[in-house]
């Protein structure tokens, strides 16, 4: 038995600047809503407001399934909005659901979301030219290599083997 378990293995990490750059470009994404002095609005909001302005008011759950996330991720992201006054809870169509509907604060903002949006998918759009071998196409072939052996099942295959997992 080696002492490889001594090491610390977050020192190198694939993953980690996929993280960072998601992170760099938010960043630089926030800085927008600075410059436009839209306060209080965290990127990864935004594609759950400008749902909400284009389908009307949705459940936890319908919302959730529109953008990909889990219920719970979405209920998390739903309180948070909330608290920063970007939306609000309504009742729905029986007293055990509610709504999600957008502020004053929220319609005030969200056409210049839109047109961010639009700028910012742009902006993607003309970085992935200038590379020779665009994110768009990197998701894609990683999702291919995923459907051939999930990630679950490469991860698991590898535990198997190390006698610090067992």
């Known amino acids: 038995m080696t002492d490889d378990w001594l090491a610390d293995p977050t020192e190198e990490s694939v993953w980690r600047p996929w993280r960072l750059l998601q992170a760099a470009m938010d960043a630089e994404i926030a800085r927008v809503y ?36 889990t219920h719970s991720g979405m209920s998390q992201k739903v309180s948070a909005m909330r608290a920063a006054g970007w939306v609000r809870t309504v009742a729905g169509t029986d007293a055990r659901s ?41 998701v894609r072939d990683i999702e291919a290599a995923l459907e051939r052996r999930s990630l679950h099942a490469r991860i698991t295959e590898r535990l198997a083997g190390d006698p610090a997992w067992g």
């Open 34 to 69: 600075a410059d436009a002095r839209i306060d209080g609005l965290k990127p990864t909001w935004v594609m759950e407001l400008l749902r909400l302005r284009h389908h009307g008011p949705m459940t936890i759950t319908e919302l959730a399934g529109s953008v990909q996330i």
């Open 98 to 138: 509610k709504k999600v509907e957008l502020t004053a604060k929220a319609e005030a903002v969200v056409r210049r979301l839109a047109a961010e949006w639009r700028a910012t998918e742009a902006a993607i759009a003309e970085i992935e030219a200038e590379i020779p071998y665009p994110l768009s196409r990197v």
